[in-house]
Structure formats: structure tokens, C-alpha cells
């Protein structure tokens, strides 16, 4: 079935008034199909005022009062008796002067004074006229019975008026006018911050205003049969609170458009702006007395906010332009939406309601107009280091600081982990086995504009490889040389080295060293020296980790020692590092580690050779300070110091490049051979 056509009105409403003994009629013009919608107006009756003296009595002549109908202007006339001999006669004056604007709390109006016989303006009534730029004049309201007009129902977009003519009528004949030069100018703005929500209040419907300007005056039209207009003036927090004639079912099928008055006027000049809504579909109507709002919390974070209990068996139904592109969301899990949204990293939503689900349909709770738009137009987010710290937490390193104003999560397979920003570095508990997964970092920030949320998201790029482990593969044993000593690589021998490394003091090498259980790292608990003495220290997937307190020295007293691991080989978490000879290398061509990585303490290199990977660095610091008198740092990047590490380089050669990140220095002296 074809969709149902719903009228959009023109802002020109024609209107017919009404008279004592016909109806009046207000009309509107659909502005795609012609439809034109009438609306009457009821007759109003004759309200008759008290009268005033039409022929004035005099000796021997009979006086006429008559009396004028305030609706319509008939008149009916009552016989005065005649003055006696010595009565005075009063001869009636006709008169209009002082037009004049007024602006009363922003409601802007043309006023004058009158004057008729000796009973003032009573009986009379009055049309009001304003000139145009090109001479014509424009009747500004045809039937006034009070001696002021209001300006805010013109209906007009733009208009400039150089003249007032005010006009008075006695029996429908015209009495005098007057002229004034004027200058009354008008214009017209969109206004999208006010919300206006419709719903049913004490056995009548109520339309709430929210986020108007307080004392400014307001008019909300509902384009009903009859049309129904109304004006207020929000209280102090921008609300207001009007209730209507229509019931749900007329204002389900309906529109409504809202108006805002600023004005500002002087004695004869006067500016009006008019600020108004589009014409909208009442589609917020809903009988049960519920409201919902999207809002951002104190984390930044987009979230719902809604007055339902049990919202938690409730669906939000996001709806787009195009019906294939809703989105429904379940609220078992809470209010948040962030999180929900990013999967949607380019998505526009014109409204929402609230269901809620029962065995053979959803009931509709509440409804809002509010826009939701879902844009991924920030930046992507480098990833300059990630890894697991010892308390179970995950560590990741980006470039520059984290923004207070934003909210960071981590994405790995198609899940996102919200991140907490810690200094320089976000962190996230995680059971999940990153190792060797792809990760990115996605950075949201959530911006209000009106009715309208705009949830921004960082664009995605081929994002960053997590360090991976590799179970060491097997080594054939050496085989013996006559006359030397050459020991077997045993996991005796492994369990030898971790025992004197962990009793501290200076541990020589004697035999390479291989260690196959990855399953710890080791944590030096005392200084130690280690003298590689020419021999192969493979530490398969593991760190020797150096913490707060504890120093390492390592040294090569015979030349061609080496150090192995698929993972960063020293890790130093605040010790004091001293490191004199030997080669450090990533085993694992494909590995993200680095060779030294130190997240704070110091540490002084003053020999050695240091070879990263394609997708790692030789040496990476985000903290603490670094002293390199020589030593050859190789990779495609050399070095890489981010967040508040600090790098001084006065010798040595770099074969790679130098990536300096955040707050973090690094200095390069004038002998340091540089080579590609």
C-alpha cells in the first residue's frame, strides 16, 4: 500500500473573523498537494457596550445614545430626553494622535490614543495600515475594538514599513484617521534548540515546551480543525506548559509548528525577528506519560535518559530516513550508547522511541524528534606501543596525551573495550589473548546542538600489531669439540641461570642458555651483573624485567655474545640499567617488541648492538631517561621515545630513523654516525 500522505502547511494562514451572526473561518494550503484545510469559527453573539451619545440632547430636542455591538460593530440606539432650558450642549470631538509602539516583555505592539464626542472611543472600532517600500499600504488587522494592535501575528518573512495609518469607523462609516512615520522592520530565523514533547496530562493533552529563552514570548500552532494557537511565556528554565482542545488522535494525524518573538522598539521604530520551527509531525503524542532524552554523562559518554521504570525489558528504536537503516537497540545491558554506536560509524537517525516488548507486540512508550547523527570524521589514532602489565592490565601507548574531553576504546575483533585514560597511556582490564591480533584505538566525543547529537568517532586505519608470543622451537643440541667444554643447553642449565640471576651479584656465562618455559617473565628482586661472556642467552618469549630499586649490568667480556627473544628482551620498569657489550635481537621477524624498552627508571648504554624488526623498534621509551655513549641501534625505526622519555644520543650509530612522540625529547649528538 502506498504510504500515507501527511499535509505540510504553508506559514500563510488567510483568516476569515467571525461576526456576531456568522462563522468565521481560518484556512491553510498544503504546500505539496494543494490541500486546503478550513477550520471555523464559531459566531460569537452581540457584546454590547455601554454606549456613548450620538446626537446629543438639547432644549426641546431629544438626545440619541447608542449603543455599538463589541463583536461586529451593529448598532442599537436608546431615545435621551430633552435638557431643560438651562442645560448646556456638548458637541461631540473626533480624534486619533500619539501612534506610538510599545513593547510589553517582548510582545511588540502598535498602540495611539482616540477620542469621540465626550465619552471617549467607546462605540467606535479601528483598522490599523501600515506603507509599504513601494507606496501600496497593507491592512494590518481590520477590527480592532481597543486602541492597540498586536504585531505578532503578521505573517510575514521579511517586510520593511516606512508609515502607521490608523482609521476610526462609527456605524460602519469612517470617522477620521491619522498618519505617523514609522520604521518597523521584520525578519524571520530558523529555531531548532526548543523540543516540544505532546503527551496526555489529566484528562486533556499537553504540550511541554523545553530549552526556550525565559520571558521571551512564544506561540505554538497546532494545525487541528479547528487551529488551535497558542501564546506563552516560558517561566525561568526555559519550560512552558500548555494544554490543548485536540485530543491524541487529532494531533496523532497532524503538525505543529513553534514561533519565538524578539523585539525591540522606541517611539517610532520598531524591529521584529521571528523564530520558528519547521512544521513538524506531532508524532510525539503517546497516551502513557512517558519521555525519554539522549544526554552525556559526566565520562563523556553518550547515554539515555528516560522516567520508565523496568527500562531494562525496553527496546530503543533508533529510526533513519531509510527504514532499512534502523537500528534496535535492546537496553538489558543499560542506558550507555556509546559503545553501540560505533559500529555505525556513519549513520543519521531522525527520531526514536521507546518499546516495550510483549507476547504479541510492542507497546510504544514514548517518542522524541531529537536527531542522532553518528559521524567518523576524527582522526585515526596511532598506536605507538601496547603490552600486559603485571597487575593484569592492558597498556597502550598512543600519540600525543589522551584528551580529557573524549572517550578511547579498544577495538579487536570486532569488540570494543572501553579504555581509562592513566597520565600519558590508556589501560584496560582484559582476559582476551591479544597476542599477535590486530588492535586500534577508536577516540569518540560527543557534541549538542539543538535538538540534534552528534557522536564523533575516530576514522579506522590498519591499526597496530599486538606483541606475539611463539613457543621457542626446538634446538638441536651442539655437538662436543674435542678438548673444549661445551655443555649441553639443558633446562637444567636454565634453572641454574634463573637461581643465580635471582640471587643477584654477577652471573658469567659459561655455555649458551636457553629457556623453555615461557610462562613467566623473569623479575629481578637484586642488582645483578651479567657477563655474556661470548655465549647465547635465548629467551625464547620472555623479558628479564628490572623494577623500582633493583640495577642490571650487561656486559661482554669475550665479544659475540647475544641475547634472543621474541618479545622485548630488557623491560625496564623504573630500575637502574647500565648495559656495556653484547647483541640484543628480536628472534621473531614478524614480533611489534623492541629490543630495550624502558617505561621509567634510567638507563646508560655504552656498547653493544641492538636490531629490531619491520614492525618493532631497537629501542622505544615512554619514560624516564636514556644516556647513549655508543652502541649500534638497527631498524627501520631506531629509536622511538614517546609520552616523557627522555633520549640523549652522544655517540654510537643509528641505522634507522628516529620517531619522536608526545611530551618526550630526544637529542642527537654531532658524532653520531648516521647511516640508512
Not at 274 to 298: K, L, M, Q
Not at 619 to 627: E, K, P, Q, R, V
Amino acid at each position: 500500500m502506498p504510504a500515507k500522505h501527511i499535509h505540510i502547511y504553508s506559514n500563510q494562514i488567510m483568516t476569515q473573523p467571525a461576526t456576531c451572526t456568522q462563522a468565521g473561518a481560518l484556512s491553510v494550503k498544503c504546500i505539496q498537494c494543494g490541500y486546503v484545510l478550513l477550520s471555523e469559527i464559531a459566531a460569537t453573539g452581540h457584546r454590547w457596550d455601554n454606549g456613548c451619545i450620538i446626537d446629543p440632547p438639547a432644549v426641546r430636542h431629544e438626545g440619541v445614545k447608542q449603543f455599538t455591538c463589541l463583536n461586529c460593530a451593529q448598532t442599537r440606539t436608546e431615545l435621551i430626553p430633552e435638557l431643560s432650558p438651562d442645560a448646556s450642549e456638548e458637541k461631540p470631538v473626533f480624534s486619533i494622535s500619539n501612534i506610538h509602539f510599545s513593547n510589553e516583555n517582548g510582545a511588540l505592539f502598535l498602540a495611539w490614543d482616540a477620542a469621540y464626542g465626550g465619552s471617549g472611543s467607546a462605540g467606535a472600532y479601528f483598522s490599523v495600515e501600515m506603507k509599504q517600500e513601494d507606496g501600496s499600504w497593507k491592512t494590518i488587522n481590520s477590527l480592532l475594538y481597543s486602541r492597540r494592535c498586536s504585531l505578532l501575528w503578521t505573517t510575514a518573512d521579511r517586510a520593511h514599513y516606512t508609515a502607521a495609518r490608523i482609521k476610526m469607523y462609527v456605524n460602519r462609516q469612517l470617522i477620521t484617521e491619522a498618519e505617523q512615520e514609522i520604521s518597523f522592520d521584520i525578519n524571520t530565523a530558523p529555531m531548532n534548540d526548543i523540543g516540544v514533547c505532546f503527551r496526555q496530562y489529566q484528562g486533556t493533552v499537553r504540550a511541554t515546551v523545553r530549552n526556550a529563552v525565559s520571558g521571551r514570548t512564544c506561540r505554538l500552532d497546532i494545525m487541528t480543525n479547528p487551529i488551535e494557537q497558542h501564546t506563552f511565556v516560558p517561566d525561568a528554565d526555559g519550560n512552558a506548559y500548555v494544554d490543548l482542545n485536540c485530543d491524541l488522535d487529532a494531533l496523532r494525524e497532524t503538525q505543529y509548528q513553534l514561533l519565538s518573538f524578539v523585539s525591540s522598539a522606541s517611539t517610532n521604530r520598531a524591529a521584529l525577528t521571528i523564530e520558528r520551527t519547521a512544521w513538524s509531525n506531532c508524532t510525539d503524542a503517546f497516551p502513557e506519560n512517558h519521555e525519554f532524552s539522549y544526554a552525556v554523562d559526566e565520562n563523556h559518554m553518550l547515554i539515555l535518559q528516560t522516567d520508565i521504570d523496568n527500562i531494562d525489558e525496553c527496546v530503543l528504536m533508533l529510526n533513519s530516513a531509510e527504514a532499512a537503516d534502523d537500528l534496535r537497540i535492546e537496553l538489558k545491558d543499560g542506558l550507555a550508547l556509546t559503545e553501540r554506536l560505533l559500529a555505525q560509524p556513519n549513520a543519521y537517525y531522525t527520531s526514536a522511541s521507546l518499546l516495550r516488548p510483549t507476547d504479541d507486540k510492542e507497546t510504544v512508550l514514548a517518542h522524541s524528534n531529537q536527531i542522532l547523527n553518528v559521524s567518523s570524521s576524527l582522526p585515526p589514532i596511532e598506536i605507538t606501543g601496547a603490552e600486559h602489565l603485571e597487575s593484569g592490565r592492558l597498556s597502550i601507548h598512543i600519540g600525543g596525551n589522551p584528551d580529557a574531553e573524549s572517550c578511547y576504546f579498544l577495538l579487536t575483533n570486532d569488540q570494543y573495550l572501553p579504555l581509562e585514560a592513566e597520565q600519558d597511556q590508556l589501560t584496560c582490564r582484559t582476559d582476551l589473548d591479544l597476542d599477535g591480533q590486530r588492535i586500534e584505538v577508536i577516540r569518540t566525543q560527543v557534541l549538542k546542538s539543538g535538538d540534534m547529537f552528534t557522536l564523533y568517532c575516530s576514522a579506522r586505519d590498519n591499526g597496530f600489531k599486538f606483541p606475539e608470543k611463539e613457543t621457542e622451537p626446538d634446538i638441536k643440541d651442539p655437538e662436543k669439540e674435542p678438548g673444549k667444554d661445551n655443555p649441553r643447553p639443558t633446562d637444567e642449565t636454565a634453572d641454574i641461570f634463573i637461581e643465580q640471576i635471582q640471587r643477584g651479584g654477577e652471573v658469567r656465562l659459561t655455555a649458551p642458555v636457553t629457556i623453555t618455559d615461557n610462562s613467566n617473565n623473569i623479575e629481578l628482586e637484586k642488582d645483578v651483573t651479567l657477563d655474556l661472556n661470548g655465549q647465547t642467552l635465548d629467551l625464547s618469549a620472555i623479558s628479564l624485567c628490572v623494577p623500582a630499586g633493583v640495577s642490571l649490568t650487561v656486559k661482554d667480556s669475550e665479544g659475540s655474545g647475544e641475547i634472543q627473544s621474541s618479545v622485548s628482551i630488557i623491560y625496564n620498569q623504573g630500575g637502574t640499567i647500565r648495559i656495556e657489550g653484547g647483541a640484543l635481537s628480536i628472534s621473531d621477524s614478524a614480533s611489534g617488541s623492541c629490543a630495550l624498552y624502558q617505561q621509567s627508571g634510567e638507563m646508560t648504554i655504552t656498547g653493544g648492538t641492538f636490531i629490531g624488526t619491520a614492525e618493532s623498534t631497537a629501542l622505544a621509551a615512554m619514560g624516564g631517561t636514556i644516556c647513549i655513549e655508543d652502541g649500534i641501534f638497527e631498524g627501520p625505526v631506531a629509536i622511538r621515545a614517546f609520552s616523557k622519555a627522555k633520549i640523549t644520543m652522544i655517540g654510537g650509530e643509528l641505522r634507522g630513523s628516529v620517531v619522536q612522540k608526545g611530551s618526550s625529547e630526544i637529542i642527537i649528538g654531532e658524532n653520531v654516525r648516521q647511516t640508512a
